[in-house]
């Protein structure tokens, strides 16, 4: 039924850029908080960020504060992640998540989930 799919990951160098977009489709979206974790291998899935139902409140990682950013589009079902200057240690695979009216950092309180997408972070 409900669907997230990630898109935009790939191999970067460090100190470059990636945009990452997750797509809604069979979700009344603009009711959902969304999120971004990310899980390393042989690490624990951790919290990125995420962003409220109408875009105005955020919460950040501390380790990406400053260089991520998170926002949404709820005309067009969309959260993205842009991310800066990336280093070594961003590498993992990121998913997208929504989590139903609030926002939240905790994996386990989000409802829906996406299958992840890839970031390699080359030195």
């Known amino acids: 039924q409900v669907q997230l799919v990630e898109t935009g990951g790939g191999l970067v160098q460090a100190g470059g850029s990636l945009r990452l977009t997750c797509a809604a489709s069979?979700?009344?979206?603009?009711?959902?908080?969304m999120g971004w974790f990310r899980q390393a291998p042989g690490k624990e899935r951790e919290f990125v960020a995420a962003i409220s139902t109408g875009g105005v409140t955020t919460s950040y990682a501390e380790s990406v504060k400053g260089r991520f950013t998170i926002s949404r589009d709820n005309a067009k079902n969309t959260a993205q992640l842009q991310m800066n200057s990336l280093k070594p240690e961003d590498t993992a695979v990121y998913y997208c998540?929504?989590?139903?009216?609030?926002?939240?950092?905790?994996?386990?309180?989000?409802?829906?989930w996406g299958q992840g997408t890839q970031v390699t972070v080359s030195s």
């Open positions: 998540a929504a989590r139903h009216i609030s926002i939240a950092t905790v994996d386990n309180q989000y409802n829906y």
């Open positions: 069979r979700l009344t979206f603009s009711i959902y908080a």
